[in-house]
């Protein structure tokens, strides 16, 4: 729950005080890039850890995770410029690629897939504490112009974390002779790193039909080739190949990404979207967003009990519908901007991730044995991460276009609202592509027996 924490906390307590950020550092065509960079650190090194944490254990590298990540709140506190800000955010990014899927991993570990419907309403009162702590600290934070507190926030979080779990984490891992595929992480690394940044620069830093663009791309793509190849004759591939092959995995690793896309083009542009087209301050932007991060845990908490009457793809598909209608909500909302509106219809769309996401990534966890649970993890939060990367960028992308250069204090309300609609309307989108892959997972009853675990 404290792990947690630190990744529920800096999810939502960046959004609102953007702003007063942009006011101090200047920038305001570059702020996607402060979720941006943090997405691509934590994207790029998720799958890695979770191939380690299924060698080495999971203790030791959460803790190391831990540590990365208060390395970079640290830096982010101490940040002079826009540039050194989202630098420091991509390392706040990679340790947070060890923090919350080894987390996650430690849940399916140590409880079987029945007891976790009861430890799954702890896990989400995190999620609920955060969601409204954190936009009001945000929002505050950004009303007294110490915007540097939002980071400075995590360094007792951390250290109590990391305390916590040296002296009451135990695990026993049975040490075998497995190696690490080094070139395999270098390879996926290097290639998920040019792809996501072709992604996040295209339409904003660069055109996408500019060298950059393209050279991106292309080195991603030709890195991502010989991976692929690599990992075919890997003895210990650090991403097999069977996580693409089983219909299962694919399905849900297909949900994680829409699910991240969702999360960040909300998180990013709801608040933006109230502060520019009603002039709202950033602490009622905030709370209107906080409806979404109280939704969402608020029906996680259920989603145990639900799943195991009606099963994973039903209860998944529960919450498809949820996010399509609240989704649909907010786009016919977009001209017409009201704060109320606004926070209802963000919680009928947490409402439906909360049965979203959980449901599909137990699914996944429960599927296969420990050594193979840190993996099929990672490899969601992986694509929940490259969701968020490229839910960000592409709109991004779409709200540049319209913003165009100016300042949010320069826009109009008209003209806010437009780029506005355009992003609810993309995300809308996606949720109905995300519905579309929940409907093709197969119905796999959940086991309710124990299941034995490494873990004390």
Same mark, same amino acid.
């Given at each position: 729950? =404290?792990?947690?924490?630190?990744?529920?906390?800096?999810?939502?307590?960046?959004?609102?005080?953007v702003p007063s950020i942009v006011g101090e550092l200047g920038g305001f065509n570059q702020f996607p890039w402060l979720f941006s960079a943090y997405l691509l650190g934590q994207a790029v090194t998720t799958p890695i850890y979770a191939k380690l944490s299924d060698v080495f254990g999971r203790k030791s590298i959460l803790l190391v995770g831990i540590g990365v990540f208060l390395l970079g709140s640290v830096l982010c506190a101490a940040a002079w410029n826009m540039l050194a800000l989202i630098i420091f955010r991509a390392i706040q990014g990679i340790?947070?690629?060890?923090?919350? +899927?080894?987390?996650?991993?430690?849940?399916?570990?140590?409880?079987?897939?029945?007891?976790?419907?009861?430890?799954?309403?702890?896990?989400?009162?995190?999620?609920?504490?955060?969601?409204?702590?954190?936009?009001?600290?945000?929002?505050?934070?950004?009303?007294?112009?110490?915007?540097?507190?939002?980071? =400075?926030?995590?360094? +007792?979080?951390?250290?109590?974390?990391?305390?916590?779990?040296?002296?009451?984490?135990?695990?026993?891992?049975?040490?075998k002779d497995r190696s690490v595929d080094v070139l395999g992480a270098v390879l996926l690394a290097a290639a998920m790193?040019?792809?996501?940044?072709?992604?996040?620069g295209g339409g904003q830093t660069w055109a996408w039909t500019s060298a950059p663009s393209i050279g991106a791309f292309t080195t991603g793509a030709v890195l991502l080739a010989i991976f692929f190849v690599v990992e075919r004759r890997a003895p210990e591939p650090i991403l097999p190949m069977?996580?693409?092959?089983?219909?299962?995995?694919?399905?849900?690793?297909?949900?994680?990404?829409?699910?991240?896309?969702?999360?960040?083009?909300?998180?990013?542009?709801? +608040?933006?979207?109230?502060?520019?087209?009603?002039?709202?301050?950033?602490?009622?932007?905030? =709370?209107?967003?906080?409806a979404l991060t109280i939704g969402w845990p608020a029906t996680a908490a259920i989603a145990g009990k639900l799943y195991l009457r009606w099963g994973f793809k039903r209860t998944a598909v529960v919450g498809a519908s949820l996010v399509i209608t609240g989704a649909s909500g907010l786009a016919a909302l977009a001209h017409r901007p009201n704060v109320a509106g606004v926070?209802?219809?963000?919680?009928?769309?947490g409402a439906g991730m909360g049965l979203l996401a959980v449901p599909t990534l137990i699914a996944a966890q429960?599927?296969?044995?420990?050594?193979?649970?840190?993996?099929?993890?990672?490899?969601?939060?992986?694509?929940?991460?490259?969701?968020?990367?490229?839910?960000?960028?592409?709109?991004?992308?779409?709200?540049?276009?319209?913003?165009g250069s100016g300042d949010l204090n320069s826009l109009g309300p008209a003209v806010v609202q437009s780029g506005s609609a355009a992003v609810f309307i993309g995300v809308l989108v996606v949720a109905v592509a995300t519905a579309v892959a929940v409907l093709a997972m197969p119905r796999t009853p959940p086991a309710t027996t124990a299941v034995p675990t490494t873990a004390e």
């Open positions: 729950m =404290l792990s947690t924490g630190l990744v529920a906390i800096d999810a939502t307590v960046l959004a609102t005080a340790g947070a690629g060890a923090v919350q +899927p080894t987390a996650l991993t430690i849940v399916g570990d140590v409880y079987t897939v029945a007891e976790r419907a009861r430890v799954q309403g702890y896990l989400a009162s995190v999620w609920a504490v955060s969601s409204v702590v954190g936009p009001m600290l945000g929002g505050a934070f950004s009303q007294l112009g110490i915007w540097r507190g939002v980071f =400075l926030i995590n360094i +007792p979080l951390c250290l109590l974390a990391a305390w916590m779990f040296n002296r009451h984490f135990h695990e026993d891992v049975t040490r790193t040019s792809l996501v940044l072709a992604v996040l069977w996580v693409f092959s089983r219909r299962l995995l694919c399905a849900t690793t297909i949900v994680a990404f829409g699910v991240g896309a969702i999360l960040m083009g909300l998180t990013s542009y709801v +608040p933006t979207y109230l502060e520019g087209s009603l002039r709202v301050q950033p602490i009622v932007a905030g =709370l209107a967003l906080a926070a209802v219809v963000c919680f009928v769309i429960s599927s296969v044995d420990w050594d193979e649970r840190g993996m099929v993890t990672g490899n969601n939060m992986f694509a929940r991460s490259l969701g968020s990367a490229v839910g960000v960028a592409v709109f991004g992308a779409i709200a540049n276009s319209i913003f």
